[in-house]
C-alpha cells in the first residue's frame, strides 16, 4: 500500500487531493509530474520522431510500440534501476520513450487511475504542420496496465478501459500495454501481440 507519510505530504503540497477520489489535483501537474520523474531517462534513449513517421504524415503506432518492446527487453534492468519508484517504473519508461518520440511534433494527454494501476495516454498528432493543432489531427489512445490478476482478466478490464477512453476522446486507434513483472517470467512465454484486442 502506499506509504501515508508520502500521500499527505503531496497533499499537502497541493500536487493530490483525495475527494472524491484520489487524483492528481491539476490538469498542469499531470504534465509536469512524469515530466520530471522521466526527463533525464527521456534525454538518453536513442529515438528519433522521423523513424516513425509514414509519408502520409501518420504515426506508424505499430511500428512504435514494436520497437519499444524491443528496448524494454533489452534495456528495462538497466533503465527502471533510474527511478526511485519501481512500481512505476514500467509505466514511466514507455512514457520516456513516447514523449522522445512525440515531442517532434505532437504531444500526449495523462489521465491517471491511481490505485487502479493504470494510466492512459492520449497522443495528439497534427497532420497538417500547417494548421497544427486546429487542424486534422490522429488521435491515438495507449492504456497502460500493471498486471495484478491473470492475463485474461487484466486484457478483459483493460479492452473496456481502452475502448471507453477512446469513445470519450474520439479516437480511431488505441492500444493496451500489459506489464507483467514477475521474476519468474520468460520473455519466450509472453503473448506479444493480440489482434483481437489491437493492441500490444
Not at 43 to 53: A, F, K, S
Amino acid at each position: 500500500p502506499p506509504n501515508e507519510d508520502d500521500q499527505l505530504y503531496v497533499q499537502d503540497l497541493g500536487l493530490i487531493r483525495t475527494r472524491p477520489k484520489t487524483e492528481i489535483a491539476k490538469p498542469i501537474y499531470r504534465e509536469i509530474i512524469p515530466r520530471a520523474l522521466t526527463w533525464t531517462i527521456q534525454t538518453r534513449i536513442p529515438q528519433e520522431t522521423t523513424w516513425y513517421v509514414k509519408e502520409d504524415g501518420n504515426l506508424d503506432m505499430p511500428k512504435l510500440l514494436d520497437n519499444f518492446q524491443q528496448f524494454f527487453r533489452e534495456n528495462s534492468d538497466i533503465w527502471l534501476d533510474g527511478f526511485h519508484y519501481r512500481e512505476a517504473g514500467p509505466q514511466l519508461l514507455m512514457q520516456s520513450f513516447l514523449q522522445r518520440i512525440i515531442n517532434g511534433g505532437g504531444r500526449i494527454e495523462r489521465e491517471y487511475g491511481l490505485g487502479r494501476r493504470r494510466t492512459d495516454l492520449l497522443i495528439q498528432w497534427p497532420l497538417d504542420r500547417t494548421q497544427g493543432f486546429h487542424g486534422p489531427m490522429q488521435r491515438v489512445v495507449i492504456e497502460l496496465k500493471i498486471q495484478r490478476k491473470s492475463l485474461e482478466a487484466t486484457i478483459e478490464e483493460g479492452v473496456d478501459q481502452t475502448t471507453d477512453y477512446m469513445d470519450r476522446v474520439g479516437a480511431e486507434e488505441g492500444y493496451l500495454i500489459i506489464f507483467n513483472r514477475g521474476s519468474d517470467i520468460k520473455w519466450e512465454s509472453l503473448p506479444i501481440r493480440n489482434d483481437t484486442v489491437g493492441g500490444v
